[in-house]
């Protein structure tokens, strides 16, 4: 379950795209940063994707990857050329393959093989109508999805939504945000050839008359119960109560929503209440739709001249710090690889610390580091961007700083978060689902 934001240049402040998404996945399916330099292969090779092998092209183009460590591809990234991509889990009434390209491996194989989001469009609909889409897509779970996408470059962003090998695409206008539904109607820009006469031949409806997308192809238990037409409608309504005027502050403030009374959600919130609730900024819990969470998060702010990438690579976005990262600067170095357990080396699971601890009772502790958290990440917005056409050896020094400040900070705030701690304000059921995630991640005890 995820979300993810695109503004185009006519929404936003400064004339640029700007993209965002929160990838939700389980608890202890740690997010990776990986950088894939451009690269040429032999004629006739081919690719070994999370499942499936298909035929390599020529050249690929260098990426930059925010995905769950286990899998070949990735819930978000970007290419030298400017283009981003994010995908949604979405729910139909087609069968889901047992083996294929999962919608991850479709990012990245599009983000190696495209150069403008249109292009990256026509990648994937080739490779899903040539392979289909398919496979386990859960860590620690088995759990089978169709995806859409949002597909953004400097000038230009697409809504793609998918069901099996059928497929509709619409182009942006302003503002477009998905969630884990799909939401293209009766109108459309482009789509699979036969979209309407296969939901006609399995009696979806009747023609083309009153044919729509979303009711046709939806399952409607996965799609009710997620809430994603309420996390679809949220987005919306945040982002386009700042048209004109959306930065890349505004997709972060969006991205750590956690409901209407955001951005504090009032003094007392916390995640620890309900067992059905699903926001923006999504933490685990117990019951049978709070398995997951936002384990990494990204904005990108895409010009013609510059595309400057945003990414935590931690989870829950309103305890994470957004970090610059420009792909031809190359990625600083952020320590081994993580795995689904607990390793003080890796940039995730040392945030995982304190991000749990922060749950154990999260009005109280939350407000130990928020202001200061926004303080930092302003001033890496600020520089960033105000850099963002400087050589690339003073790019990659400024995001190096800004990890190893951020690195820095939150290591401060765990010191702090330990020296407050009192008893934990949970829940008994809340407290039960996390000690079984930190068990089975072999978390250390938390203050």
Known sequence: MCDTVVALGSATADGAVIFGKNSDREPNEAHHLLLVPRARHEPGSTVKCTYIEIPQVEETYAVLLSKPFWMWGAEMGANEHGVVIGNEAVFTKVPYEKTGLLGMDLIRLALERSRTAREALDVITTLLEAHGQGGNCGFARDFYYHNSFIIADPTDAWVLE??????????????????????????????????????????????????????????????????????????????????????????????????????????????????????????????????????????????????????????????????????????????????????????????????????????????????????????????????????????????????????QAEADWWKRVQAAAGPARMGPLYAAAWRKFNTEAKMPELP
Not at 274 to 287: D, E, L, M, V
Not at 348 to 373: P, S
Request: net charge negative; hydrophobic share 35%.
């Open 162 to 407: 998918t069901a099996g090998r059928q497929w509709a695409a619409e182009q942006v206008r302003d503002i477009r945000t998905i969630s884990n539904g799909l939401t293209i109607g009766s109108e459309w820009d482009l789509a699979s050839d036969d979209l309407v006469n296969y939901a006609v031949d399995r009696g979806w409806c009747k023609g083309r008359d009153d044919f729509h997308f979303a009711r046709c192809y939806s399952d409607f238990v996965y799609t009710t119960f997620g809430r994603s037409h309420a996390r679809q409608c949220r987005t919306t309504d945040v982002l386009r109560a700042r048209k004109g005027a959306i930065t890349v502050e505004s997709v972060i403030a969006a991205l750590r929503d956690h409901g209407p009374a955001s951005p504090d959600a009032g003094p007392d919130w916390t995640p620890a209440r309900g067992i059905g609730g699903r926001q923006i900024c999504q933490h685990a819990g117990w019951g049978p739709i709070r398995g997951d969470q936002a384990t990494g998060s990204m904005v990108s702010h895409l010009t013609p001249d510059a595309q400057t990438h945003f990414l935590t690579g931690t989870s829950a976005p309103c305890t994470s710090i957004f970090k610059p990262v420009w792909i031809d600067a190359g990625l600083p170095d952020i320590g081994p690889e993580p795995t689904g357990t607990y390793d003080e080396a890796t940039l995730f699971w040392r945030h995982e610390a304190l991000h749990r601890a922060t749950l154990r009772d999260y009005a109280t502790r939350i407000r130990l580091y928020a202001d200061e958290r926004d303080e930092l990440e302003r001033g890496f917005i600020e520089g960033a961007l105000s850099c963002a056409s400087a050589p690339q050896e003073e790019r990659a020094a400024f995001s190096a700083r800004c990890f190893e400040q951020a690195d």
